[in-house]
């Protein structure tokens, strides 16, 4: 009986041990089969988010913000860190020979830029890598189903200029007053002559800043004409806002171009400096800024009344109503005491501290 007991049980495990290994390895290769059907697609944008991990993102729910349109001119010595070098230097390039790379190997999507000038990032409006070059005549050879360029024929030279969009906005939950670039537009500049004819812009595509982020982190620009180590980064250089560029439109309720109400260039000019102004004096408007003057001249008041018995001033500060935004201005009251002793005393000195 004992021998046929343990014959049963050694059955019983063996059956076992056939049984469910098969069921595991049809499991495990199932689950193989669909990690290697993605596995292609998202292993470079895994990486470069692993190594980008942190990145400001703009809340949906704001209580305020202003969308402005920016060109950048890449002759600007501000703006010269996306522009140089030209063509590529060992292990430096420049912005656009950088992005053009990545949208050639499908790192990063383009999008269509249309003719009113607005951005989106839909799927409809994906631009395939063989339009972008067959439209602007760039040269390619295409091997195994891969385009391949030269960096003699990527056309970083000729792209002298940036639209970008950046959103300056309010974030209540934080207290932040931020500006962000959202979108990046590479501009080809063509047809110019010997003869002082302009060179016509074609703006290229559009690139979300977001997706973009992660491989402009990697890319270091040097940044300074007396320092001339690289330690900033394209990214960097966008989250700090050293770019130096002139309004060209703004999100409005008729969807226009400043050279579509302004009749000349001193208008425009004009314009740009009015939309630059409401934004300081928004913010302004927010934190209550004082000028040096004032918060000098302010703590000199309170160390006198102090001094005479009396206490600080009670300042108010208006707020700004209109296009333009009133400047800030401040009732103050001051309430003369005699001291008890008939003389006064030495004056206290304070400081009060400005926010900026």
Not at 322 to 333: C, F
């Amino acid at each position: 009986m004992k021998r046929l007991f343990l014959i049963l049980m050694m059955a019983g495990v063996a059956t076992c041990m056939i049984a469910q290994p098969t069921k595991r390895r049809v499991t495990n290769s199932t689950a193989e089969a669909k990690r290697g059907a993605t596995k292609s697609q998202s292993t470079t944008t895994d990486r470069a988010t692993l190594m980008f991990p942190i990145k400001q993102s703009m809340p949906e729910d704001v209580v305020w913000r202003r969308d402005v349109y920016r060109t950048l001119d890449l002759t600007k010595d501000a703006n010269a860190p996306l522009y140089y070098p030209v063509e590529p230097r060992g292990r430096q390039v420049n912005l656009f020979t950088y992005i053009f790379r990545l949208m050639l190997t499908g790192r990063v999507d383009a999008y269509t830029y249309k003719l009113d000038g607005v951005e989106s990032f839909d799927e409809k409006d994906k631009m395939e890598v063989r339009d972008v070059l067959d439209r602007y005549s760039i040269y390619y050879e295409e091997k195994d189903g891969k385009f391949v360029v030269e960096n003699n024929d990527v056309p970083s030279a000729e792209v002298t200029r940036y639209y970008i969009k950046e959103s300056v906005y309010l974030d209540q939950r934080t207290g932040t007053f931020s500006t962000k670039v959202t979108a990046i537009c590479p501009v080809l500049m063509r047809g110019a002559d010997d003869f002082g004819g302009e060179a016509t812009p074609y703006p290229l595509f559009w690139l979300n800043y977001d997706e973009v982020a992660p491989w402009l982190s990697r890319l270091p620009v040097m940044a300074s004409n007396l320092n001339n180590v690289t330690n900033m980064t394209v990214d960097d250089y966008f989250a700090m806002n050293r770019y130096d560029g002139k309004i060209y439109k703004t999100n409005n309720l008729q969807g226009l171009a400043l050279t579509n109400y302004c009749k000349s260039d001193s208008a425009i000019i004009k314009e740009q400096k009015r939309i630059e102004k409401e934004i300081d004096d928004f913010e302004e408007g927010v934190w209550g800024h004082m000028s040096a003057e004032d918060s000098i001249k302010a703590a000199k008041e309170d160390s006198i009344r102090i001094a005479q018995g009396g206490t600080k001033t009670k300042k108010s500060i208006s707020g700004r109503r209109g296009s333009g935004g009133s400047s800030s201005t401040s009732s103050v009251k001051v309430k003369k005491t005699k001291s008890s002793g008939g003389g006064s005393s030495a004056p206290r000195v304070s400081v009060r501290r400005q926010r900026r």
